[in-house]
């Protein structure tokens, strides 16, 4: 099969995926946890209401919950002092008397600002090392930027997508999302250069052929192996964010996103590219 034939309609699929979670981004942003904007997170345990009811004790503090069940409940909120919470939690007791809290945090808006900056740090650092390592590894530097490209769009969806959800649905991005972010490039990447690491091989054995025949017959011998290795990953990823806890469920759901692009992005992004950058080149020459 052709696969390099529809580049325009993979080019194409992708824009539609990528340019509404741009416009959110650039509109919304992404709705941010306490670790980036600063504030205070508590546990409590032994309730015995509503845990809605007691969320509306913190309401002045903007409390977004966590997690919660019978017993407990996890508050994200505006930064508060222990004070405040122990006031709080005396005026609850009234009408909840073993309740306690368990476990109390508060971080600085200047900790949270220190983070954004190592994250955006760590995320350049590791583009910069992907393009000189695969760069080196090919021998081309063709074939490290268009996987560092593709691993791109992959981020760009998955920001995306969770600025979308942060203004829809008010699902905040915390450290495990920029864990799930580092992870997601390295599979995405992985998975690239599976692809470029078959067209290498064949053009050994193929002086003769051209490069987009090539790629073709890489993308098609590859094909399988990537659908069977991906289609693993995001049935666990799924089971993870059905019916995991509500720590990790939206940490599964970047995951989840990031291997169904991922997966899509190594076959008909990061190798249509490398097809227009060999097509550019060859003219100049």
């Not at 009811?53 to 913190?58: H, L, P, R």
């Not at 600002?113 to 080196?136: C, D, F, H, Q, W």
């Not at 990790?248 to 991922?262: E, Q």
């Amino acid at each position: 099969m052709n696969w390099m034939k529809h580049m325009s309609l993979y080019f194409f699929l992708s824009a539609l995926v990528i340019v509404p979670g741009l416009f959110s981004l650039a509109r919304y942003g992404l709705r941010l946890s306490i670790e980036f904007t600063g504030g205070s997170q508590l546990t409590i345990t032994q309730i015995s209401q509503d845990p809605n009811s007691i969320a509306q004790s913190f309401k002045s503090y903007s409390p977004f919950i966590v997690d919660s069940n019978s017993n407990s409940l996890s508050l994200k909120m505006k930064a508060i002092s222990q004070e405040e919470v122990t006031k709080i939690i005396g005026d609850l007791k009234k009408n909840n008397p073993n309740i306690k809290t368990t476990d109390f945090e508060t971080i600085g808006p200047d900790l949270g600002a220190e983070t954004i900056k190592k994250t955006l740090n760590a995320l350049m650092l590791v583009s910069i090392v992907l393009i000189l390592y695969i760069s080196y590894a090919f021998k081309q530097l063709k074939f490290g930027v268009c996987a560092v490209l593709a691993a791109f769009h992959d981020a760009a969806v998955v920001l995306g997508s969770f600025s979308l959800l942060g203004h829809f649905a008010g699902v905040e991005v915390d450290l495990l999302f920029v864990t799930a972010v580092l992870t997601m490039l390295s599979y995405s990447v992985h998975d690239t250069i599976v692809v470029f690491d078959r067209i290498r091989e064949l053009s050994h054995f193929n002086k003769t052929t051209d490069f987009e025949s090539l790629a073709n017959r890489a993308v098609t011998e590859t094909m399988a192996r990537s659908l069977n290795n991906s289609l693993a990953l995001i049935f666990m990823l799924l089971a993870m964010f059905l019916m995991g806890g509500e720590t990790t469920k939206f940490f599964a759901l970047a995951l989840l996103i990031g291997t169904v692009t991922g997966t899509y992005s190594s076959t008909f992004n990061a190798t249509p590219l490398l097809v227009l950058w060999n097509r550019y080149f060859e003219k100049k020459k």
